[in-house]
C-alpha cells in the first residue's frame, strides 16, 4: 500500500514538474493544451499533435547583436569538395530586421527559444514526410531564394568555398564580425506623389505607426527583403502594378476597396499628424491622453470605430461607482445628490443642460459646483 501512495506521489510531482515548465514557456503566449493537440488526452503512444502553428508562436526577442557572430556550417559532410560554410549570422539577422524578423529563417521555433535547423531538419534525404526538406535541402532553400532574387546568382561558389583554395572575401572572419549593413534609421514620415485624378498627396507617419499604434516592423515589411533596395535583376515597376498590389500593405489595416475611402489617405496636400478629435469626432485629450490605443481598440491593428458613448466602455454610472470630483468638478450640494442625466442630456457627457430645473440659469455662466485641479 505504501509502495502505491509512493508511486502515486512521484507520478503527482513529475506532472507538476512538467505543467510547470510548459506554463512558464507558454504563459506569455496564452495557448492551451488543445494549441498543439487535437484530442482531450494525448499519450505517448498517441500524442495527437497538430501540426506546427508556425508564426502565431514564434517569439524572439533578442536583438542581431545579442545572436552568435559567426556560424560554421559544417553537419553535412556527404562530400569532400567543400570547405565548411563560414556564415555570418550577424549580417543575415541585420538584414532580416527590415523585413520578417527572426522568423524569417527561424520559421517553426518554440516559444522563447531559438533552435538549430538540424533540430528540426535531420541528414538523411530518403525521408517519409517529403514536406519537410532534409538539413543540406532547408539550407539551400533559405539562402538561394534571396540570392536568387537578390542578384540572380546561385552559383556554389557565392557560399562555399573548394578545399585547398583559400579563403572568400565572403568567408574572411575578419570581415564579417563588423556590422556589415549600415543603421537603417526609420522616417518620421514620408510623403508620396502618386498617379491618382484626384488627392495625388499621401503622407505616411511612420513614427505614429510604430510609437503611436504599436505597429512591428514585420507587421508592415515582412515580405520585404534585399530585392526592394538592392537588385541586379529587373523587378515590377510600380506603374505596372495594379491598385490593389500598391495598396496592399495599407489594407491589412484600411479599408481601401472603397473609392469612399480614398480622402482618408489622398489629399492635394500634405495631411498633419494624426488628431483622434478631426479624425473620430471623439476628444481624448480631457480624459483618456495617457491610455494606449488597444486599451479601448482591443482587435491588434484594427481601429476600428467606436460608440462614443461612456456606457459602452464604463457601464452605467451611479454615485456608488463615481466620484465626480474626477473631471475636475465638484458639486454643490444641491446638486450632489442627482441623477448624471439630470443635467447630462446626452450620453457622452459632453455638454450640461440647466432648463430642467432652473429657466434663469445656464452652463458655464453658472456652475453647480466648483471647479479644482482634476485628478
Same mark, same amino acid.
Given at each position: 500500500?505504501?509502495?502505491?501512495? @509512493? %508511486?502515486? %506521489? ?30 482531450? !488526452? ?33 553537419? !553535412? ?7 565548411? +560554410? ?27 527559444? +531559438? ?6 531538419? #535531420? @541528414?538523411?534525404?530518403?525521408?517519409? /514526410?517529403?514536406?519537410?526538406?532534409? %538539413? ?9 531564394? $534571396? ?27 575578419? @570581415? ?22 484626384? #488627392? ?17 516592423? #514585420? ?16 523587378? +515590377? ?12 500593405? $495599407? ?26 478629435? +478631426? ?35 464604463? #457601464?452605467?454610472?451611479?454615485? /456608488? ?10 458639486? =454643490? ?18 455638454? @450640461? ?6 429657466? =434663469? ?15
Amino acid at each position: 500500500m505504501k509502495s502505491k501512495i @509512493l %508511486l502515486l %506521489l512521484i507520478v503527482i510531482h513529475f506532472v507538476i514538474n512538467a505543467q510547470t515548465k510548459i506554463s512558464k514557456s507558454h504563459s506569455y503566449q496564452q495557448l492551451n493544451c488543445s494549441t498543439c493537440h487535437s484530442c482531450q !488526452i494525448p499519450t505517448k503512444e498517441n500524442p495527437c499533435l497538430r501540426a506546427c502553428p508556425r508564426e502565431s508562436m514564434i517569439r524572439i526577442d533578442q536583438k542581431p547583436e545579442e545572436g552568435p557572430r559567426i556560424l560554421t556550417i559544417n553537419k !553535412i559532410k556527404e562530400t569532400d569538395i567543400y570547405e565548411p +560554410v563560414i556564415f555570418s549570422h550577424l549580417a543575415h539577422a541585420e538584414m532580416a530586421e527590415i523585413s520578417g524578423g527572426c522568423r524569417t529563417c527561424h520559421h517553426y521555433n518554440p516559444p522563447g527559444n +531559438v533552435i538549430a535547423c538540424s533540430e528540426c531538419h #535531420g @541528414l538523411q534525404r530518403k525521408r517519409e /514526410d517529403v514536406s519537410k526538406p532534409d %538539413l543540406k535541402g532547408a539550407f539551400h532553400r533559405q539562402c538561394m531564394n $534571396c540570392h536568387r532574387a537578390w542578384s540572380g546568382n546561385t552559383d556554389c561558389l557565392v557560399c562555399h568555398q573548394l578545399k585547398g583554395k583559400g579563403k572568400l572575401v565572403s568567408q574572411n572572419k575578419e @570581415l564579417i564580425v563588423k556590422r556589415i549593413h549600415p543603421e537603417i534609421k526609420a522616417p518620421n514620415k514620408i510623403t508620396y506623389t502618386t498617379n491618382a485624378t484626384a #488627392g495625388k498627396q499621401v503622407t505616411f507617419y511612420h513614427n505614429e505607426h510604430v510609437n503611436l499604434f504599436n505597429y512591428e516592423c #514585420g507587421d508592415c515589411h515582412k515580405n520585404d527583403n534585399c530585392v526592394k533596395c538592392h537588385s541586379k535583376i529587373n523587378t +515590377v515597376s510600380t506603374s505596372k502594378k495594379s491598385t490593389k498590389e500598391l495598396h496592399n500593405k $495599407c489594407s491589412n489595416c484600411h479599408d481601401t476597396n472603397s473609392k469612399v475611402n480614398c480622402s482618408f489617405c489622398h489629399s492635394e496636400k500634405e495631411k498633419g499628424p494624426f488628431n483622434h478629435l +478631426v479624425r473620430t469626432g471623439f476628444d481624448i485629450t480631457k480624459f483618456h491622453s495617457k491610455l494606449s490605443c488597444s486599451r479601448c481598440h482591443t482587435t491588434k491593428n484594427k481601429f476600428s470605430g467606436l460608440s462614443n458613448e461612456c456606457s459602452f466602455c464604463h #457601464g452605467k454610472w451611479s454615485w /456608488d461607482n463615481f466620484n465626480h470630483k474626477i473631471t475636475g468638478f465638484i458639486l =454643490d450640494e444641491t446638486h450632489g445628490e442627482l441623477e448624471c442625466n439630470s443635467c447630462h442630456k446626452e450620453p457622452t457627457y459632453s455638454k @450640461l443642460d440647466c432648463s430642467d430645473c432652473h429657466e =434663469d440659469k445656464s452652463y458655464p455662466k453658472d456652475k453647480p459646483g466648483r471647479l479644482i485641479k482634476r485628478l
